[in-house]
């Protein structure tokens, strides 16, 4: 990574904190919670990483992501959509295609998902080592 991306990465980072000491996203009734959970659970961060990869269909998108029903896959393409992060495209064939692609704003936040998804790719085996030291702190009799 560049310096000047890392610094970019770092700035973007920044700014989200200064948004979230602000309070407004820790407050109850606020929005952003809204948002924040249909970008952040588990479908739609692995939504926005598969829609990087450019346009797909929606048995594509099933396809690549291991576990995912039809009716929560729908349902977070859906949010994704109402949020204006996915663009949905109903073709006009026998049987219906639609396809989806990540809006322009879809993929500003789609990069910092899939900064956050290397991130814990990549430090996985720590993640893990930790994971079986509090299983093993849990198991031990006093």
């Not at 560049?2 to 407004?24: D, H, N, P, Y």
């Not at 939504?47 to 594509?60: A, D, I, K, T, Y």
């Not at 949010?79 to 064939?93: I, M, N, Y």
Request: proline share 5%; with cysteine.
């Amino acid at each position: 990574m560049s310096e000047s991306a890392s610094r970019s990465q770092s700035e973007t980072v920044e700014s989200m904190l200064a948004f979230v000491r602000q309070g407004q996203v820790l407050a109850t009734d606020c929005p952003s919670r809204i948002v924040l959970n249909h970008v952040c659970s588990r479908w739609g961060v692995l939504v926005l990483v598969v829609l990087r990869g450019g346009m797909h269909r929606f048995s594509e998108v099933r396809r690549k992501i291991g576990g995912v029903s039809e009716k929560m896959l729908a349902q977070t393409l859906q949010h994704l959509e109402q949020d204006g992060f996915v663009s949905r495209k109903s073709l006009p064939v026998v049987p219906p295609h639609v396809q989806y692609r990540l809006t322009p704003m879809g993929e500003e936040v789609a990069l910092q998902v899939e900064t956050l998804v290397t991130w814990i790719e990549t430090n996985l085996p720590r993640i893990m080592q930790a994971r079986e030291a509090s299983n093993t702190l849990q198991i031990t009799p006093e």
